[in-house]
């Protein structure tokens, strides 16, 4: 069975810190990995992705993660917080056989002034 | 390039009421979703199609939902009768025929059922 489990529903950071969002996955095949953001009452925007190339991914607005096969972790990293980041933040998984997603609850940040 | 849409935004009903939403996907993608997310969880999956075939539906609840996607194009979803605990917000996503092509998501439906 594949999962997606996100650590910490809630977080809260201060502007001008370091954004750390977990994300584990099980998985008895290799995976795809995605990160999306939700922005109040706006759908699902894509921030990065995992495609099996380099380990760390760049993604839009400053926003990285490394994929690490060893601790079956996705966790996203920002380094410096905006209050613009303020949003819900889901990570996901796809199986590389088939177009199927599994998302994780979501972990809600809060950026602090 | 247009994204995907979706209609009504919001929508309120009384229990054992019909509703029916709209999904557009983006044009050419093959592969369209329909997304349950209630309030402070993830989104979970109610129906896969590819064109206009079912891919997966193993999660949607058939005595009472009902999706169809002529032409391989547009989409519907269906509640007929609606439950309280349908209130949610109902997102479509639509994308590639690849594992690893993201989804792109429409703005949602907001459905409360008093």
């Known amino acids: 069975a594949q999962s997606v489990t996100q650590l910490g529903s809630h977080v809260s950071v201060s502007e001008g810190a370091l954004v750390l969002l977990r994300c584990n996955y099980s998985s008895s095949v290799p995976p795809y990995l995605f990160w999306y953001v939700q922005y109040p009452n706006q759908g699902l925007q894509l921030l990065l992705k995992?495609?099996?190339?380099?380990?760390l991914v760049k993604g839009i607005n400053g926003f990285e993660a490394e994929f690490k096969k060893s601790e079956t972790s996705f966790h996203l990293t920002k380094p410096s917080a905006h209050m613009s980041d303020a949003a819900e933040y889901f990570c996901a998984v796809s199986l590389y056989n088939f177009n199927k997603f599994y998302f994780g609850s979501g972990t809600k940040l809060n950026v602090k002034p | 390039e247009a994204g995907v849409a979706q209609s009504p935004r919001y929508k309120i009903i009384e229990k054992r009421q019909s509703v029916a939403f709209w999904c557009n996907p983006i044009?050419?993608?093959?592969?369209l979703y329909w997304y349950q997310q209630i309030l402070g969880q993830g989104p979970k999956l109610l129906i896969q199609f590819q064109n206009n075939g079912v891919v997966d539906d193993s999660q949607l609840p058939k005595d009472r939902f009902s999706a169809e996607r002529l032409k391989g194009v547009d989409s519907t979803l269906k509640i007929q009768p609606a439950k309280l605990e349908d209130s949610a917000v109902y997102l479509c996503?639509?994308?590639?025929?690849?594992?690893?092509?993201?989804?792109?998501f429409g703005p949602g439906t907001r459905l409360t059922v008093l």
């Open positions: 044009s050419g993608h093959a592969t």
């Open positions: 996503a639509s994308s590639l025929s690849s594992p690893y092509n993201e989804q792109f």
């Open positions: 995992y495609t099996s190339a380099a380990t």
